[in-house]
């Protein structure tokens, strides 16, 4: 396992993608972004670099959208 220092918890996470906390549980219990869980409290911990995949592919979506 990765050092725990290099995961942002929940409100990070949430903040860094500009959504609340509880749409990004949801997106996580959609499969659209991965978590793992802290090894002592449960704590949904997220990579950066799995955010950053998740900012791109929204941002891939809303340009093959058509504007109305």
């Known amino acids: 396992m ?19 906390p509880n749409t990004l549980r949801n997106w996580v219990n959609a499969g659209k972004v991965a978590a793992i869980r802290h ?6 911990l997220f990579k950066k670099e799995d955010l950053d995949a998740l900012l791109k592919q ?11």
């Open 39 to 44: 090894p002592v409290n449960d704590y949904r």
């Open 2 to 20: 990765e050092k725990l220092s290099d995961y942002l918890r929940i409100s990070e996470a949430a903040e860094y993608l500009g959504v609340s």
């Open 58 to 68: 929204l941002e891939t979506a809303s340009k093959k959208r058509p504007k109305k």
